[in-house]
């Protein structure tokens, strides 16, 4: 490489370029020694490592950004590592691709987080990583709020429902609500323990929704909208007292589709629309919702 004179630092010794900057902390989240979200050093820190004024870290940073490999970049606080790139770019199942977007989520100061879905199961277990971190102190976010709508009690489930149908009340609703109750206290629980031993503002509600819905949806800090469908399908359970012969949902094995809201216009509008039409449902046909 030609070092022109614009590269010589003050000392005599050659200062590194944007690019080289970005290359070394590239190689750093390749090799795992900064992990999906830590915190880089501030820009006046690396600034000082490399020898270089802060607009080439600046440069560098916003490099990495585009790559996909940093989130939260702005003047105010350093950027985080952001959750692997191959998470979002191909559908995965619930379970798997859910957690890393929370992740990612979760290391904004303001975290925000709107689920539509038939029950908490999938937000209850994929919202435990971005808790570990906040306990091992890695993220550490302001206020925490988060609002989910989950099928009323007194409506007829188009599933999961028995296949017989029975006259009296159906064993397979009373299986869906005894669920859809205990995850959602435990994600409550879970969320608003952070209070006590974080001083973090949390804030959970819940809502009920008048019908079943056929997809499920969470909205990422009005950033991000991850959908996926409730794939129908029949089975069987043992329960207490037999059987349970049900059309039901796996849906932690949904494929999660995401819309980031900077990928581009078509995005970015899917984005909009996905939070207008939970609003609309929040402020509007949705009523109280006590877990009992």
């Known amino acids: 490489m030609v070092v022109t004179q614009e590269s010589v630092a003050v000392n005599g ?32 820190e690396l600034a000082e ?11 560098a940073l916003r490099v ?3 790559d ?49 879905c038939l029950t908490a199961e999938s937000l209850m277990i994929a919202v435990g990583e971005p808790l570990r971190l906040i306990h091992e102190g890695r993220l550490r976010p302001e206020s925490i709020d988060v609002r989910i709508l989950l099928p009323s009690r007194n409506i007829d489930l188009a599933f999961p429902i028995s296949v017989d149908r ?17 995850q959602g206290h435990v994600l409550s629980h879970n969320l608003k323990a952070l209070r006590a031993t974080h001083g973090i503002d949390v804030r959970v509600a819940f809502r009920a929704l ?7 949806l969470y909205l990422l800090n009005g950033a991000e909208a991850l959908m996926a469908y409730y794939m129908i399908t029949r089975r069987e359970e043992a329960a207490d007292d037999g059987t349970l012969d049900m059309y039901d949902v796996l849906g932690t094995e949904s494929l999660l589709f995401s819309f980031e809201q900077a990928t581009g216009q078509r995005d970015a509008a899917f984005v909009a629309e996905s939070q207008k039409w939970f609003d609309a449902l929040w402020e509007t046909i949705t009523s109280d919702l006590t877990l009992s």
């Open 64 to 66: 990495l950004q585009a």
């Open 68 to 116: 996909g490999l940093l989130s939260n970049v702005t003047k105010g606080s350093p950027p985080r590592v952001a959750a692997p790139v191959a998470a979002r770019a191909e559908p995965q199942p619930t379970m798997v691709g859910l957690a890393p977007r929370l992740v990612e989520a979760f290391s904004a100061r303001q975290v925000r987080i709107d689920a539509a």
């Open 210 to 216: 008048p019908f079943t819905p056929p997809v499920k």
């Open 166 to 182: 029975p006259a009296e009340e159906d064993p397979v609703h009373g299986r869906w609500l005894t669920q859809r109750n205990a």
């Open 13 to 44: 010794s050659r200062r590194s370029s944007p690019q080289e900057i970005a290359g070394t902390l590239r190689e750093r989240i390749r090799t795992g020694e900064l992990r999906p979200g830590d915190r880089l050093p501030t820009q006046a």
């Open 49 to 59: 490592e490399f020898g270089v004024e802060r607009g080439a870290v600046r440069q």
